[in-house]
């Protein structure tokens, strides 16, 4: 085998394993699915009730789950084969799906009425917070038992450039899909993405279990996750300040009225909208793949969510279509830096036998904050307005970059 694509220099060097592809083709098909997902229901939640306030609450409705379970996964996702536990998490989000798929009938909308179509909707995306809080940290400590540690700079990059590829061609399918096709044919295509993804997480072959004190306590093992959280400064640092950043700064909730009420673009426009911040990302890490930042990544980290907060801001003023992509797509390149940046450091920071609760952490700090950061935006726009609650987002994040500025000195001085 060629030596060149061995090397940790290679930027094809994880990708040249078989079951890290399997894994990057589930990760892609299983990302698409999910965002097709988030931008369908936000819509039809919007269609519904037009009301900002109650938008947001389907971000709190999967937070709720994905907070509370989200030590308790780490500590089982540690203790499980990753691959069944991928698995087995796949085929509970197909039925989840599936409910979505009979919930947004016509035919259910007109004999039991928009509100049951409502909670419904609530209920079903409550139970995908409860996949996601296992989904997410196992998949993320699976990456480690795919390739070898000095590759897992470089399979990070491929693992988030296939998210993000997912990301945006789900938001940006699913707003064509549901303006040419419908809800019905556009879930049927979201079950076909989940048995591919299916599929290919079988391939791979189950995976020891590397955490097998079976006599330690759930709750000491949590803590024991948590405890090597806080003690590591520059872990602790990358993910607060991203956590604060996505919370005041996520402006997805509020999408849906500015393509519809401010912009007026339609679902299409909706769509493209949603997909923006994920094609300037995805555009950005291609780039690190082949050109990966090897110095002062933490100051880095620091200046893009600051430049991210600006985009937001920018994005809140914009009458203009096409500033509001560009604003959103600017936004997009800056927090693909950030993925990088944060994925990089909760890779090589993070003992093997620790994989799952610290990655339960990660996602409670980072995941879960889009969807706080979905029912913060709708109560600031219930109380604001729209457009002040955007600004105001954007104006905090650059506030809690400042903070972490002079609270997190080890951040800011971090390399690897």
């Known amino acids: 085998m060629d030596t060149d694509l061995q090397s940790q220099n290679s930027p094809f060097a994880s990708v040249r394993i078989k079951e890290f592809r399997y894994f990057i083709i589930q990760r892609f098909f299983f990302i698409m699915a999910m965002r097709m997902v ?20 389907i971000g709190l409705s999967e937070a709720i789950p994905a907070i509370t379970m989200a030590l308790y996964s780490g500590h089982i996702v540690d203790k499980s084969d990753k691959r069944t536990l991928l698995f087995r998490t796949i085929l509970l989000y197909l039925l989840c799906v599936t409910g979505l798929l009979f919930i947004t009938f016509q035919s259910v909308e007109v004999s039991m009425g928009k509100r ?24 993320s400590s699976i990456l480690a038992q795919l390739v070898p540690k000095p590759l897992l700079p470089n399979a990070v990059t491929w693992s988030s450039t296939t998210w993000l590829t997912g990301s945006v061609l789900g938001h940006g399918s699913a707003g064509l899909l549901i303006a ?49 959280v806080f003690a590591t400064k520059e872990l602790l640092g990358a993910l607060t300040l991203d956590m604060f950043a996505v919370l005041f700064g996520g402006a997805v909730a509020m999408i849906p009225f500015f393509a519809g009420e ?55 003023f914009s009458k203009i279509f096409w500033l509001s992509f560009l604003a959103l797509l600017i936004s997009g390149i800056l927090d693909g830096i950030s993925v990088v940046v944060r994925g990089t ?7 093997d036998n620790m994989r799952g609760r610290v990655s339960s952490v990660n996602s409670m700090f980072i995941n879960s904050s889009n969807e706080i950061g979905q029912v913060e935006s709708g109560l600031a726009a219930r109380a604001m307005g729209v457009v002040p609650s955007v600004i105001f987002g954007g104006t905090m994040t650059l506030l809690v970059v400042m903070a972490m500025w002079f609270k997190a000195p080890t951040l800011r001085k971090f390399e690897y």
Request: proline fraction near 5%; charged fraction near 10%; include cysteine.
């Open 38 to 57: 988030a931008t369908l229901v936000l819509w039809k939640i919007y269609l519904l009730t037009k009301d900002p306030l109650q938008v947001s609450l």
């Open 345 to 351: 450091i909760l890779q090589l920071k993070t003992p």
């Open 262 to 316: 401010i912009l007026h673009v339609g679902p299409i426009g909706f769509g493209w909208l949603n997909a923006a911040t994920d094609i300037g990302a995805i555009s950005v890490i291609v780039t690190l793949t082949f050109f990966p930042l090897r110095k002062k990544q933490g100051l880095t980290l620091l200046y893009v969510v600051a430049g991210y907060g600006l985009c937001i801001i920018v994005f809140g």
């Open 116 to 139: 049951f179509v409502q909670l419904g909707i609530y209920l079903i995306i409550f139970c995908t917070g409860f996949i996601r809080s296992f989904s997410g940290p196992t998949s």
């Open 180 to 228: 040419y096709l419908g809800y019905s044919v556009t879930f049927s295509i979201i079950m076909g993405y989940l048995v591919i993804s299916a599929i290919c997480i079988w391939l791979i072959k189950p995976k020891p279990i590397l955490h097998k004190n079976s006599e330690q306590k759930t709750w000491e093992s949590v803590k024991e996750g948590l405890k090597y």
